[in-house]
């Protein structure tokens, strides 16, 4: 391995020290700009050791990797124009995800008012079948973080959130939809949660999230069984949070939204519940936490 001049680690809230770092130019503006995200804009790390490192939430935007080793590496996330060994990977990584996961072909080549009744047809029938398959798993088990990523419970909360907000909020125009259980994005704090009704620190049971998932999830089908090509273009007259651009957002891209966290928090999902029935106590490190 390469000498090792600088540590970093990447669990949240760490206060380990970061050394050895040459950054191509000063980047203290930047940093006190944006609370330090921007810290290690543009910086240069040379022959520093990243093994077990953890990047969460990152902007790795025209980020360069050389000479070096990605043995065990694990990525996720919005990939394009992914160049390995000169080799670009995106369009196998796309293909192999829509082969894993047929939903997302569909999700892409909806365009009616009846291709989103099927889309959400097969995301109900997707998630029954989840849901049933983590059925044989102790509770505990689904309150556990399989590698820091959210618990089954949690990955149910934030569907919630995302439904009350893309739904309740923009399509219906719901002054105060968010229902107290739903879990918003990481990066929100406790103020803003609360702002919404929202209490970050509230453990509630399976049995509790589902029942209020299903309100959920009739709330989307009661929007689309009575939709219309029509309605897929009728601009909502807000915008979804203070800091998002100003610009028309249709009921069609609102429901897209919608339909896009199904899929992909279901494939986290399904990815973590493979794990949790290999070994129940895989994330035990790791139980139901506030994600902000």
């Given at each position: 391995?390469?000498f090792?001049?600088?540590?970093?680690?990447?669990?949240?809230?760490?206060?380990?020290?970061?050394v050895?770092l040459?950054?191509?130019?000063d980047?203290?503006a930047?940093?006190?700009?944006?609370?330090?995200?921007?810290?290690?804009?543009?910086?240069?790390?040379?022959?520093a050791?990243?093994?077990?490192?953890?990047?969460?939430d990152?902007?790795?935007?025209?980020?360069?990797?050389?000479?070096?080793?990605?043995?065990?590496?694990?990525?996720?996330?919005?990939?394009?124009?992914?160049v390995?060994?000169d080799?670009?990977?995106?369009?196998?990584?796309?293909?192999?995800?829509?082969r894993r996961?047929?939903?997302?072909?569909?999700?892409?080549?909806?365009?009616?008012?009846?291709?989103?009744r099927?889309?959400?047809d097969?995301?109900?029938?997707?998630?029954a079948?989840?849901v049933?398959?983590a059925?044989?798993?102790?509770e505990?088990?689904?309150?556990q973080?399989?590698d820091?990523?959210?618990?089954?419970?949690?990955?149910?909360?934030?569907?919630?959130?995302?439904?009350?907000?893309?739904?309740?909020?923009?399509?219906?125009?719901?002054?105060?939809?968010?229902h107290?259980?739903?879990?918003?994005?990481?990066?929100?704090?406790?103020?803003?949660?609360?702002?919404?009704g929202?209490?970050?620190?509230?453990?509630?049971?399976?049995?509790?999230v589902l029942?209020?998932?299903?309100?959920?999830?009739?709330?989307?089908?009661?929007?689309?069984?009575?939709?219309?090509?029509?309605?897929?273009?009728?601009?909502?007259?807000?915008?979804?949070?203070p800091?998002?651009?100003e610009?028309?957002?249709?009921v069609?891209l609102?429901?897209?939204?919608?339909?896009?966290?199904?899929?992909?928090?279901?494939?986290?999902?399904?990815?973590?519940?493979?794990?949790?029935?290999?070994?129940?106590?895989?994330?035990?490190?790791h139980?139901d936490?506030?994600?902000?």
């Amino acid at each position: 391995m390469p000498f090792i001049v600088g540590s970093l680690s990447g669990k949240t809230g760490s206060n380990s020290a970061v050394v050895g770092l040459r950054p191509i130019r000063d980047n203290s503006a930047v940093a006190a700009d944006d609370g330090g995200a921007g810290a290690f804009r543009g910086a240069s790390f040379t022959g520093a050791d990243f093994t077990g490192a953890n990047f969460r939430d990152c902007d790795l935007r025209r980020v360069k990797i050389t000479d070096s080793w990605l043995v065990d590496v694990s990525l996720s996330g919005l990939v394009g124009n992914l160049v390995v060994n000169d080799v670009d990977v995106t369009a196998f990584v796309e293909g192999e995800l829509d082969r894993r996961h047929p939903e997302r072909v569909q999700l892409r080549e909806k365009r009616t008012a009846e291709d989103y009744r099927a889309m959400w047809d097969r995301i109900e029938r997707l998630w029954a079948e989840t849901v049933a398959r983590a059925g044989p798993l102790p509770e505990p088990a689904l309150h556990q973080r399989v590698d820091d990523e959210w618990s089954f419970v949690e990955t149910l909360r934030h569907l919630v959130f995302a439904t009350d907000k893309w739904a309740g909020y923009m399509i219906l125009n719901k002054p105060m939809p968010y229902h107290p259980l739903g879990l918003p994005q990481p990066g929100c704090t406790p103020a803003d949660a609360a702002a919404l009704g929202i209490d970050l620190d509230v453990r509630p049971s399976l049995a509790e999230v589902l029942n209020v998932r299903g309100t959920r999830m009739a709330m989307v089908r009661g929007i689309v069984d009575g939709l219309t090509d029509d309605d897929l273009e009728r601009v909502c007259p807000r915008l979804p949070a203070p800091g998002y651009p100003e610009e028309a957002r249709s009921v069609g891209l609102c429901l897209g939204v919608v339909m896009k966290e199904e899929c992909e928090h279901r494939r986290y999902a399904v990815r973590d519940l493979a794990a949790l029935e290999a070994d129940p106590g895989a994330g035990a490190a790791h139980r139901d936490a506030p994600p902000c």
